[in-house]
T-cell receptor, first 110, second 113 residues
C-alpha cells in the first residue's frame, strides 16, 4: 500500500490560515486521500476526503496536486480548538479499513 | 445521538486477567472497527466487522477476540492480558459504503500491570 509523509509538528497563530502538507508520491490511481484529526483525549474525527479535484466543506479545504503526489489540508482561520493531530490517509478504492500514521501535531497560539 | 459509546472509559488489569471492552453505535452503521493507539504512535487496526455476522483480522489481532453481537454492538475481548496490551482502544463505525467516514468513540484507556 502507498504511504504518506507528514511533518511531525506545525505551529500557527489564531485567526490565520494553516496549510498542512502531505506527500504521497507512490499513490495509485484509485487511492482516495482522507484527512482526520484527533483532539486531545478524543477519538479521531473525519475532516475531508478527495480523489483528484479540490474539495471544500465546512471544516476545511483539500487541495490536491495535479500529479496527485501531494495534497494540502487548508484550515482557513485557525482557532485554539483546531489544535490537534492531523492524519493524512490513503484509502485504496475508498475502502474503510484506514491505516493511521503518526500525523502532524498542530499547535495554535494566541 | 450518542454516536459511538465505549465502556469502560478506564481499566486496570493484572497480567493474565481477562476482560471485554464494549462498543455500541446508534447510527445504524454496517461496519465496525477496533483500533489501538500506543503513546506517540498512530492507530493500528485490531479487528473489523464489515457487516453483522462477519469479522476479520486487522494489522495486530494477536491476543484479542471479537464478537459482533448484533448490528449495534461490537465487543473486544482480552483473554489473558499482557503488559504489551497497555494502550488506548478506540472503537469506530461507518456506513460501509465507499469513503464512508469513520465515527470514533472516545476510547478505553487500559493499563496492564
Amino acid at each position: 500500500d502507498a504511504k504518506t509523509t507528514q511533518p511531525n509538528s506545525m505551529e500557527s497563530n489564531e485567526e490565520e490560515p494553516v496549510h498542512l502538507p502531505c506527500n504521497h508520491s507512490t499513490i495509485s490511481g484509485t487511492d482516495y486521500i482522507h484527512w482526520y484529526r484527533q483532539l486531545p483525549s478524543q477519538g479521531p474525527e473525519y475532516v475531508i476526503h478527495g480523489l483528484t479535484s479540490n474539495v471544500n466543506n465546512r471544516m476545511a479545504s483539500l487541495a490536491i496536486a495535479e500529479d496527485r503526489k501531494s495534497s494540502t489540508l487548508i484550515l482557513h482561520r485557525a482557532t485554539l480548538r483546531d489544535a490537534a493531530v492531523y492524519y493524512c490517509i490513503l484509502s485504496p478504492g475508498g475502502g474503510n479499513k484506514l491505516t493511521f500514521g503518526t500525523g502532524t501535531q498542530l499547535k495554535v497560539e494566541l | 445521538n450518542a454516536g459511538v459509546t465505549q465502556t469502560p472509559k478506564f481499566q486496570v488489569l493484572k497480567t493474565g486477567q481477562s476482560m471485554t471492552l464494549q462498543c455500541a453505535q446508534d447510527m445504524n452503521h454496517n461496519s465496525m472497527y477496533w483500533y489501538r493507539q500506543d503513546p506517540g504512535m498512530g492507530l493500528r487496526l485490531i479487528y473489523y466487522s464489515a457487516s453483522e455476522g462477519t469479522t476479520d483480522k486487522g494489522e495486530v489481532p494477536n491476543g484479542y477476540n471479537v464478537s459482533r453481537l448484533n448490528k449495534r454492538e461490537f465487543s473486544l475481548r482480552l483473554e489473558s492480558a499482557a503488559p504489551s496490551q497497555t494502550s488506548v482502544y478506540f472503537c469506530a463505525s461507518s456506513g460501509g459504503q465507499i469513503n464512508s467516514p469513520l465515527h470514533f468513540g472516545n476510547g478505553t484507556r487500559l493499563t496492564v500491570t
